[in-house]
């Protein structure tokens, strides 16, 4: 079955102030604090978001590049990471919001972007 929305998954030191601003314009957005994932691993949260078909964003780009070469070589999928620098929560809305609007739940699946 083909999926047209990206559901995202903030890590946790995603902002959630990006979760309550992604919501409020009819996208769905997860933190680590909604979903009792506080104080996992990188490797366990990607594990998670994968699991459950959800988009990971994350700042933290040097640990998710590496997981998402290990999914690749291990044959495991995953519904995505955005990695995003460090920005105003704004900021980093509007140029998600971008990403979300131009960009299938199929397209992103097993792919990194960069915001």
Known sequence: MSR???DLYLD???DVLIAKLVRARG???ATT???DQIGNTDQQQLNYAAEHKKTLLTHNRVHFENLAREYLEQERSHYGIIIAGRRS???LV???LIV???VTADEIENRVRYI
């Open 27 to 29: 996208f769905a957005a």
């Open 94 to 96: 509007r140029r998600l």
């Open 89 to 91: 929560p704004y900021e």
């Open 12 to 14: 946790e030191d995603v």
């Open 4 to 6: 047209l929305y990206i």
């Open 33 to 35: 604090q909604d979903s």
């Open 100 to 102: 979300l609007n131009s």
